[in-house]
Each structure stands twice: as C-alpha cells, then as structure tokens.
C-alpha cells in the first residue's frame, strides 16, 4: 500500500516542457528513492532507531544516533509552531555556519547562492538582491533574526558570514507569518547565540587575490548558571576585482542571554553594522560594429551590443564615489513556559540606519555625437556618458510582536495553536538630487578618466521624500495531528497597513501631486497537510496566498502609480525524506505561482504597473554523507517565469516575456574527501550552474549562460586550528552576473578567478 501510494504520487507529478531535460531526472530520482526506501523499510531493510510521534505541541528536535538529522531540525523561518523541517508544509533550505565557513562564503549572498535555485546580484542602489522563484527585488524578503527591515532593495546590505549562525531561506510567499508577501521567498539570518555549557572561541583570518582581507573573532562565555554573553566582530575589505571599488565592511553583534529557571528566557541584542559598498556599478554595453573587439561568452543583443576587451574590468565611476552606511539594531526576545501546555513569546527591537550614496550611476555608450554634458561641451561619439545621482537616507523602525501558544486536545487529536499580533512603524526620509542636464559628463571607453563627483546645476537643494508608514497585524497558526502519520497545518493573517508618502521640491514646497496617503487591510492565509509514508518520508501539499505592497519599492512610488495591493498566490506539492540513519536526504518540490497588480522598477526613480506575473517550476536538493571520508551536495531547479500584459514604456510591450534575471537552470554540486588516505587532510571541490537570462524588459539582451567551478584544501594543523587554501573559478570563466533593469546601459561582470588562504580556529 506504501509503496503504490508513493508510486501513484510520483507518476502524477508533471513539470513543464522546455523543463523535462532537468526536471525529469530530478523527479525521477527522488520517486525511485522514495518508493525504494518505503519498500526497504517495510521490508526491515532499513534500520533505524525506534521512533515515537511527537506530540503536536512541541518542537521536533529528534536526534538519531548522536547528532540530528536535518530534516528534523526546527526552523525559526518556518513558523511558530515547532515544525521540523520534514513536517513544514513548505520548502526550507538552511545554510549553517560551519558550512558557509568551510566553504569559504565570506557573506551571506555566497551561501544563499548555494541552495537550490537562487542566485543574487545587485545594481547600484540595491547591493544585495536575491532572485527565487522567478521574482527579484523586494518580492524576495530579507530578514535579520526575524525582523523586518523595509524594502529589501532599499535597505539591505551585504551581510558577514562569519557573524551569522545560519543563513535560512523559506521559499514562496510569506504573508501570513511575516505580513510582507515576498512572494519569491524570504531570507533569514540568524546571528550566533551564546551557551552555557563551556567558554567558546572563534577566529578567521584571510587574505587573497585583489588584496581582499577578511578577518573574525569571537567566543561565548557563561558567566553565571543563568547568564551568558556571545560577541563576534568581523571585517571584509578588498580592492575589488574591478580596482577603485573599494568595499569594506564591519560588523558587530552580541547577544545577552539570561535564563534564570527552564521556563523563562531573555535575549538582549545588538547589531551594529558599518559599511563602503562596491561602487563598480557596471561595465558599458557598448555597439559592436563601431568599436569591434567583442569579448565571447558573456552576452547576446539583437540591437548589437557587447562587451570589448579593452573595457573590461574598467572602473566607470568617479574617483571619489561614495555607498556607505551606518546600521544599529538592538533587539530583545522574551520565552516564557507558563505552564506545559501555554507559552508566551515577546519580541521588541528598534532600527537606526543612515546611508549614503553619491555616484555616477548610469552609464551609457554614444552610438553618436551630438549631444552635450551639464557644462555644455560636447559628447563625442563612442565617449561614455554619465549622470550623477546622490541620494541620502534616514530610517528609524521601532516594533513589537506578542504570540501564543495553546497546546491542547481537539475531538482525541493532538492540536497545537497559535495566536498573536505584532506592529511596527517606520519613518524613511529620502533626499536625492539628480543634475539638471542629462548627461553630467563623460569618459574614455578604454582609458576612463578618474574624475572626482563635482558639483552640477539643479543637483542642490535635493528633493526631500519623507514616508511613514505602520503597520499592525493579527495571526494565527495551527497543527491539528489528525493521526500520528498526518498533519494539517493552516495559518490566518489579517493587517491594517498605513502609508504616508510625501514628495518636497527642490524649493521646499509640498508637492500634492505626487504624494498620497493609503489605507490598506490585507488578509492572507495558508493550509496543508503532511502526510508521513513512513518515518523518515513525508509527503505534503500547501496554497498560499500573499497580499502586500505590490513590489516595487514603495519609497520611490508617487500618486496613480498603484490603488490596491498587490495579489499572490502559490500551490505547491513536495517530497522530503531520509535513510541510512538520516546520512541521506532529499527534497523535491514542484509550485505554481500567479501574482497580480505588481510594479517593477523601470529607472533610476521610476516605477511601472506590470500587471500579471506567472512562474512555475521544480527544486530538487540531495545530501549524502556516504562514510567519514566522502560526503556529496548537490542540487538542481528549474524555473519559468513571464510577464502577462506589462508595457514598461510607450515603446516596449514586454507582454509574455521572460523576467529579466531569473535563469531557466541553476544547478549546485559540491565533493569533499575528508582524511585524504589517513592524513589531517580535506580536499574539496563545487561547481555552480546558470543557465542564460534576460537582461532587459523587451528581451533583446541575454546574458550567456557559465559554470564555474571552485576548489580548496584545508590542513588540519592543530587540535582547533586549520588552514585553507583555496581558488574560486580556477577555469577564470568571464561571465555576466547581473543586469539592473534601471541602467540598461550597462551590466555588472562576476569576479574572475581568485586565490584566498586562510586559518580557521575553533575551541
């Protein structure tokens, strides 16, 4: 009976045409697994420890053998209600420290490119931007220990690895636990926690190619039985594999933990954050038949645009670019057992940031002479010409969340539910300045001259954008264990949302024009069930809803641009499961997605309604630990997303066209030989995947498809202590990475190949 229902399930399972190369193999690969491991384990075949059913009221924490697999681990991001991973009725990838350390992911973009079909990017106001499930921006959500920062491309910022515990990713919409909808995912980083069974202590030191330095330190220490302390400080700085970027960055985080009895628990916070963005923000496309000189493999154009030799890894911005910040969040968490079925959970926290940017952002190729810059001298033609854009921000964002959860019996089954609201209000000024002219200036293609920002009439006074916005909600979520093999999980959320956007000319007159003012009330919910074949293989289905801020970030909104919100909405089946003791596992997932009434970002400060956006596709993931020598990740996903009716311009119909930046494959394998032949050796390998995307809106640019493959040694010297040595694309494959549909003038390269040794310690 297992064995057919498995078998009836995997048969049913369709993915779209141009899809079958990849996702055939994928599906069919956890199907033969599935029904094998359900026969084998029938059969006696498998043997595992004996398993009890967790009551539906507490977390899943199980551990087999010594250590805990991962599908039973519980997730912050997957809810309130103590879910493992097995038994979320959703798609949950988690990146933890040790892995992103091993591999060498200096911030947390390097490891969410790592699960499956994700990748990131960024342009020159949105730094670190993820692309999931076919959407990109603000339709991804990015969290910091659970909270909301504001918009994604707004606010986020390239976050250190080394400070982080874990990097969790929740795929499809999530309205209903954070009341953003973020309909492509949300990412969660998770900052370290201090313990209480032994002092601990952490160092990183690195040092590689384009003088690139990152370094760490830091330990948690038990002071008392019922208080610890954990601080970690880290820092990144490079000259950037296009010189004259300069990024750097610091961060600070520590966390208070007290927990005076087993029933009660506090977490005090602090993240402080201060940063220099890259400020390479693109190489010029450029017309191949003037300048010749293509460099292959990077990009197609049915208007013959390119990339020549002599540009490449050209720094186009003035000598004197600034993209920095400043970012400070306290946070404090209470948990309180009140009694063993009723618990209470409070989080408050309060957000300080101030960023800076002052550029040339745009960059564009004159196919023609003609026109002339902001001091009135004239352009030549193949000169590239430039803007210049500043823009200064303050945000302050204080906010609360107060939850319960009731652990009880409904008609003989197991129930757990949870209820709760949280609020937040969020003040964002915004002052930018653009010059009057067009064009500020301009530069040699082959020789860009370093020239500093200046000063250009109508660039000052700026024009002020102040917005306030609130937002408060109330939800609930439920398991109801309808038998110890089947659970249904549901969520409800219902938000009163306010939006306050103001616009202030440049003479400091309020412009009703442009401004307005919103009341929004969006309601949301999910259900599922998850149905267990056996212990270690479950099956689950979920639809989500998701009603948000229509995505585009709503900072640069003006009056008519949108009336309501934004609607999603997501089915999705899947399969997880487990065997030789939870030393393999798998996950597959196919989902359908349709959003409605969206805006996309068309220009540096504009915005337009897209209408319809659908996408589609299937994720697959396997981790195998086949003995204490040899351990494989790997993972592959599909995805196929399109515009319905979107005209961006007059003179684009992107109707039916690929969403700019979402490649159709991405795929992921990593290899590591730990021990090499009884020595204190670990080899490694990976290799990355990215299929072509589009570049722009009306799909006349592609940029090519590239794999790059990584390697490292790592010299376990000492007791703690190990060395690194490693190289990052060792083909030196030249690639594209990402376009900004807001600067169609040019596209940001991915770094070439690079060396980096490093020493880790541990203790």
């Known amino acids: 009976m297992l064995v057919s229902a498995v078998v009836t399930f995997c048969r049913s399972i369709t993915v779209h045409p141009v899809s079958r190369h990849i996702g055939f193999m994928a599906v069919s690969l956890t199907c033969l697994f599935t029904a094998h491991a359900a026969t084998a384990e029938r059969s006696g075949k498998i043997q595992s420890p004996p398993h009890k059913a967790v009551p539906a009221g507490h977390a899943e924490n199980i551990k087999i053998q010594g250590r805990q697999p991962q599908l039973r681990q519980t997730t912050a991001i997957g809810g309130k209600l103590g879910l493992s991973i097995q038994h979320s009725p959703a798609t949950i990838n988690v990146i933890e420290h040790d892995v ?102 952490n160092a990183l030191l690195s040092y590689g190619s384009f003088n690139t330095w990152n370094a760490g330190v830091g330990g948690s220490l038990p002071i008392t039985n019922t208080l610890a302390i954990r601080a970690d400080f880290s820092r990144t700085s490079s000259d950037g594999f296009v010189k004259g970027a300069d990024p750097h960055s610091n961060d600070f985080t520590t966390t208070l933990l007290w927990k005076p009895t087993s029933k009660f628990t506090a977490r005090l916070g602090m993240d402080y954050l201060t940063d220099r963005l890259s400020t390479y923000y693109g190489t010029p496309l450029v017309d191949i038949g003037q300048t010749g000189g293509r460099v292959g493999g990077l990009v197609n154009s049915t208007r013959g645009l390119g990339i020549t030799r002599k540009e490449m890894w050209k720094y186009y911005n003035v000598r004197n670019a600034e993209a920095g910040s400043v970012n400070a969040t306290p946070t404090l968490h209470l948990d309180w057992q009140a009694t ?80 709760g609201g949280d609020a937040y209000y969020l003040r964002f000024i915004r002052n930018r300045g653009f010059p009057d002219a067009t064009y500020a200036d301009s530069v040699s293609l082959a020789g860009p001259e370093q020239t500093a920002l200046g000063s250009f009439a109508g660039e000052y006074p700026f024009n002020k954008s102040p917005t306030t916005m609130v937002q408060a909600g109330l939800f609930l979520e439920d398991v109801l264990t309808i038998r110890e093999t089947l659970r249904l999980v549901g969520g409800f959320r219902y938000d009163w949302l306010s939006l306050n956007r103001q616009n202030y000319r440049q003479d400091g007159s309020f412009n009703a024009s442009t401004s307005f003012r919103g009341h929004y009330n969006p309601d949301n919910f999910r259900i599922g069930p998850v149905y267990d074949i056996t212990k270690n293989i479950s099956v689950y289905g979920v639809y989500t809803t998701g009603e948000d801020p229509p995505g585009s970030n709503l900072f640069t909104a003006n009056r008519g641009q949108f009336s309501r919100l934004s609607h999603a909405r997501q089915g999705e089946i899947g399969v997880k499961a487990s065997a030789l003791d939870g030393r393999f596992t798998t996950t597959l997932a196919l989902y359908d997605i349709r959003r409605t009434r969206i805006l996309v970002t068309t220009g540096p400060d504009t915005v337009a309604t897209a209408g319809v956006q659908k996408s589609r596709g299937v994720e697959w993931q396997g981790d195998l630990i086949l003995n204490r020598h040899f351990s494989f990740n790997g993972n592959v996903a599909y995805t196929w997303s399109r515009y319905g009716s979107f005209h961006p311009s007059a003179t684009v119909d992107a109707s039916g066209n690929q969403v700019p930046n979402v490649p159709a494959v991405t795929a992921n394998l990593w290899g590591i030989w730990s021990r090499v032949r009884g020595l204190p050796l670990d080899l490694g390998a990976g290799m990355r995947y990215v299929s072509a995307r589009k570049g722009d809106y009306a799909n006349t640019l592609t940029m090519k498809d590239y794999a790059l493959v990584n390697v490292f040694a790592a010299w376990h010297a000492y007791k703690g202590i190990t060395l690194y040595g490693r190289i990052d694309n060792i083909g030196n494959k030249h690639f594209v990475q990402w376009a900004d549909t807001g600067y169609s003038g040019q596209v940001l390269l991915g770094a070439p190949r690079s060396f980096s040794i490093s020493m880790q310690a541990g203790f």
């Not at 918009?151 to 969790?168: D, G, K």
């Not at 063993?340 to 002052?358: C, D, Q, T, V």
């Open 100 to 201: 992103m350390m091993q591999r060498g992911y200096a911030q947390a973009e390097d490891a969410g490119d790592s699960a499956p079909g994700v990748s990131s990017g960024g342009g020159p106001g949105s730094p670190a931007q993820f692309m999931m499930r076919g959407f990109t921006g603000n339709q991804v959500q990015i969290l910091r220990d659970g909270t909301y920062f504001g918009p994604t491309t707004m606010v986020n910022r390239p976050q250190n690895a080394f400070n982080l515990e874990s990097v969790q990713i929740l795929k499809g919409p999530s309205s209903v636990l954070y009341g953003q909808g973020a309909v492509g995912g949300t990412v969660d980083m998770r900052t370290r926690n201090p313990t209480f069974d032994a002092p601990h202590a």
């Open 340 to 419: 063993p079925s009723i618990s209470l959970h409070g989080s408050s926290y309060f957000i300080y940031s101030k960023r800076r940017w002052n550029n040339a952002e745009s960059l564009s190729y004159m196919v023609d002479a003609g026109r002339v810059d902001a001091s009135g001298n004239a352009i030549g033609q193949g000169r590239i010409a430039r803007d210049r854009f500043y823009v200064f921000q303050n945000q302050h964002q204080v906010g609360s969340s107060l939850y319960a959860s009731f652990d009880s019996s409904v008609s003989g089954m197991k129930n757990r539910f949870i209820l």
